[in-house]
Structures are given as C-alpha cells and as structure tokens.
C-alpha cells in the first residue's frame, strides 16, 4: 500500500473518488454522524489526547508541528493581505463585482444592449469588446439565477419529518415505518446545522395527511 501511495497517479485517483463521495449528501450525513460519535466517546477523546501528548513530548515531532502551524499562519496573512490590496483598489474607483452584476441586471432591464452594458461597466472593454460582452453576459446570468432561486426558496417552505407526523396526526415512528416499508417515498437526507435531516415540501406533507387514513398505524407487536 506504501507503494501505491507513492504514485501521482494512483493519489490524483483516490482523491478524485473522495471528492466525488463527498459530493453526496448521505454521504456527508452519515460521515457527520460518524465524527459525532466519535467525539462523543471518552475512551476515543482519552485516546487522542494521549496521542497529542506523546507527540508533543518528542522534541522532532513538536518542532515540525510549530513549523506547520507557523507555515498555515504565514499563509492566511498572506492571503489575507492580497484580499486587502484587492480591496484598496477596487475602492480606489472601481466598484466590487456585485454592484457592477447588480447594475449589469438593471441596465438590461432598461432595454440597454449587451455592447452598452459592456462599455460602461466593464473596464476591459476596449481590449476585447466581444469577450468583455461574455463576461457581462454570464454575470448577467448568474445574478438572475441566483435571485430567483432566493425567491423560490423564500415562497417554498420545507417541513422536518416531526412536523409532517404532527400534521398527519400520526406517531413519527409510524411515519418513519412507512417510509422503511416503502409506502411513501422520502425526501433525499440533508444537512441541516450539522445534523442528518429529511425537508418535506408542503406537497409532500398533504400528500401524507390525505394518505394517512388509508395506512396500517405501523408494524404490529409480538404479542398481536
């Protein structure tokens, strides 16, 4: 496995399928889940901690883990320094980019021509007019996008799995029992402040209300 590990390309392929797993919001459900645990558990955090010290005790070992923390240090000030200079001179007389995409949209909702809005708003514009209109274009785009889907999430409101039980007068075990049986088809698992969640639309949840009245209450006992 050293072996394999000392491979560019065999790396450059592991990190892609890590990146295309982490893309899955199961996955990162059940991956937060697993890391609660984890720190939940006092012989792990027992363990961990042991392991710091041990670490921190060898002199080489401290030494290299300064020589990193000094390393991420210098390189968020850097980082930090340059979004200032940025900063400087767009304020020395050109406008941050949500107000030139802002002004963008405006403009062509006036009836301005794409070469109009790309001549006044767009500071490279007599080197390339044509790609100084893409650009425009595409902020012009992005901004639409982004704010209609800001009001159709504004309109749509998502409901949890308890409130959608509540509201189809049922227990939320029976609910989470018509689910595992496959009379209703769930919502995909989500994130929500780090925690594993299903959103049902309102839809959804009237769906469920009329539903509920045609389905068993859930899995019978043993004694039964």
């Not at 883990?65 to 767009?90: F, I």
């Not at 007019?129 to 992005?142: E, I, K």
């Not at 989500?190 to 009237?206: S, Y």
Request: charged share 35%.
């Amino acid at each position: 496995m050293t072996k394999l590990w000392k491979d560019p390309a065999f790396r450059a392929k592991q990190s892609l399928a890590h990146r295309e797993l982490w893309k899955d919001p199961a996955y990162r459900a059940k991956q937060s889940a697993a890391h609660v645990r984890l720190a939940r558990d006092p012989g792990y955090r027992a363990m961990i901690s042991e392991a710091v010290t041990r670490a921190l005790a060898d002199h080489e070992k401290r030494a290299r883990h300064l020589a990193g923390r000094y390393r991420a240090a210098a390189t968020l000030l850097k980082r930090e320094s340059a979004e200032t200079d940025r900063g400087v001179a767009r304020r020395r007389g050109r406008p941050s980019m949500g107000k030139r995409n802002s002004s963008a949209v405006a403009l062509r909702e006036c009836g301005w021509s794409w070469r109009d809005v790309a001549r006044k708003l767009d500071p490279n514009f007599a080197e390339d007019p044509d790609a100084a209109m893409d650009r425009v274009r595409s902020a012009v785009n992005r901004a639409v996008r982004s704010k209609n889907r800001r009001l159709s999430a504004m309109s749509r409101k998502l409901y949890t799995t308890i409130e959608v039980a509540k509201a189809a007068d049922v227990p939320r075990a029976t609910l989470q029992y018509w689910i595992k049986t496959g009379k209703i088809s769930p919502p995909p698992v989500r994130l929500r402040r780090n925690k594993a969640v299903r959103l049902w639309t309102d839809a959804q949840k009237k769906r469920i209300r009329t539903l509920s009245g045609a389905f068993k209450s859930g899995p019978k006992s043993r004694r039964e």
